[in-house]
Structure formats: C-alpha cells, structure tokens
Nanobody, 124 residues
Framework: QVQLVESGGGLVQPGESLTLSCVVS????????MAWYRHYPGIQRREKIA????????TYADSVKDRFTISRDNAENRVFLQMKSLKPEDTATYYC?????????????????WGQGTQVTVSS
C-alpha cells in the first residue's frame, strides 16, 4: 500500500504566495514521475498543472507557468509546489499524483496514486 498526503493549503489574498507539500509513504516501491493537479467544483476532469520526472525534468500548464514551481526530494519521496502571485482563479482543491513501481513480481507496471487533496482559496 502506498499513501500520499498533501499539506500546506489555506486561505490567502490575491498576490500572496503559498507552498504545498506531498509525501509518499509505503514499502517496496519506487516513485518515478510526480505531478500536481487541481480540481474545480462542477468540472469533471482535473487539470494537470505541473509534472516532474525523477531527474527533475519539469512541465507546466500555461495557466501557472512563471508563477508556480514544482520540485522534489527523492531521498524523502516528497514533492513541492511553490505558488506565487496567486489569483482568485487558482482557487481549487490541489492533488498530488505519483507514478509508482513496486519491487514485486505480483505487481507489474506503473500505478497511479493520489493524495486526499488540499484546499487552496484565493480571496480578498
């Protein structure tokens, strides 16, 4: 079993900054790519906003490029999302995602795991 736990969400005013963190825990696993998604109420699909490979290759959605920064600590299986110049349209539930490979013959291939989500609200 693998578990992802996000933290760092909260209520901020427009223009302020916030940093999210996500830690992956479990046994006999290796994390490959990690990503941050966000979900708006009433919208069916989550938006992928940032991804990072194990060797620190990153991608960003246009909506957050130049404002958000994704990074990771492989020793602790942790990924971060630094958010600055926050806007009201950034208000959403933010989810951490990890692609995981298990060191076991019983589980082949990569599996996606998700955190429980952390709420970010940007409002005056």
């Amino acid at each position: 079993q693998v578990q992802l736990v996000e933290s760092g969400g909260g209520l901020v005013q427009p223009g302020e900054s916030l940093t999210l963190s996500c830690v992956v825990s479990g046994r006999m696993f290796r994390v490959s790519a990690m990503a941050w998604y966000r979900h708006y109420p009433g919208i069916q699909r989550r938006e992928k906003i940032a991804t990072i490979t194990r060797d620190d290759t990153v991608t960003y959605a246009d909506s957050v490029k130049d404002r958000f920064t994704i990074s990771r600590d492989n020793a602790e299986n942790r990924v971060f999302l630094q958010m600055k110049s926050l806007k009201p349209e950034d208000t959403a539930t933010y989810y951490c995602n990890a692609q995981v490979t298990f060191d076991s013959n019983y589980y082949q291939g990569e599996y996606d795991y998700w955190g429980q989500g952390t709420q970010v609200t940007v409002s005056s």
